[in-house]
Structure formats: structure tokens, C-alpha cells
């Protein structure tokens, strides 16, 4: 069992940064995919980021290419999103979750493990 708890989230103006942390409790995260979801209002959950258990792979989606870093420390049991250029449109409720599967790590299917969400907000 894994359970995730996610930090960081908050206002910022857009142009600004924030970094997410999501913490796990259990000792196998080093064996789990981590990803970080988002749901904006009214919106479905989007795949944002994921990265591999090792840390060697990172996958993002299109939208934050660029702009956002994923990345974990095992001995922690910590994943991170460093979010920087932030828009108007990354407002939303972040989520991380973790999967055992290594594939199709961009959609939520895979994930079995979901933390409860962290608000973020950016001001124009």
C-alpha cells in the first residue's frame, strides 16, 4: 500500500513558479511510476507529467512541455513538479499518483494510488 499526500500548491501570478511535492508513505515507492494529474473546473483530469521508477525517463504532456520538471527522490519518498512561466490556464487541482505498470503512464487508468489534491491558481 501507498499512500501520497501532496504540498506546494497556492496563488502565484502568471509568469511565476511553484514546486508540488507529493510525499509517500510505505517502503516500495522506489518501485512505483509516479505521475502528476490536473483537473480544472468543469474539465477532465489531464495527464501533466510521469516519471519512471528509476528517475531516468520523464514523459510530459504537450501543454507543459518545457515549462514544468517531474522528479523524485527515493530515498524521500518524494516525487516533485517544478512548475515555472506558469499560465492562467495550469489553474487547477493537482494530483500525483503512483502505478506499478510502466505503460501508458499518460493516462490514469494504470494508477492505482491517488493523493487528494493540491489547489493551484494563477492570476493574470
Known amino acids: 500500500q501507498v499512500q501520497l499526500v501532496e504540498s506546494g500548491g497556492g496563488l502565484v501570478q502568471a509568469g511565476g513558479s511553484l514546486r508540488l511535492s507529493c510525499a509517500a508513505s510505505?517502503?516500495?515507492?522506489?518501485?512505483?511510476?509516479m505521475g502528476w494529474f490536473r483537473q480544472a473546473p468543469g474539465k477532465e483530469r489531464q495527464f501533466v507529467a510521469a516519471?519512471?521508477?528509476?528517475?531516468?525517463?520523464?514523459y510530459y504532456a504537450d501543454s507543459v512541455k518545457g515549462r514544468f520538471t517531474i522528479s523524485r527522490d527515493n530515498a524521500k519518498n518524494t516525487v516533485y513538479l517544478q512548475m515555472n512561466s506558469l499560465k492562467p490556464e495550469d489553474t487547477a487541482i493537482y494530483y500525483c499518483?503512483?502505478?506499478?505498470?510502466?505503460?501508458?503512464?499518460?493516462?490514469?487508468?494504470?494508477?492505482?494510488?491517488w493523493g487528494q489534491g493540491t489547489q493551484v491558481t494563477v492570476s493574470s
Open positions: 499518483a503512483g502505478t506499478r505498470q510502466g505503460y501508458e503512464l499518460g493516462y490514469d487508468r494504470p494508477y492505482n494510488y
Open positions: 510505505g517502503r516500495t515507492f522506489s518501485n512505483f511510476y
Open positions: 516519471i519512471t521508477w528509476s528517475g531516468g525517463n520523464t
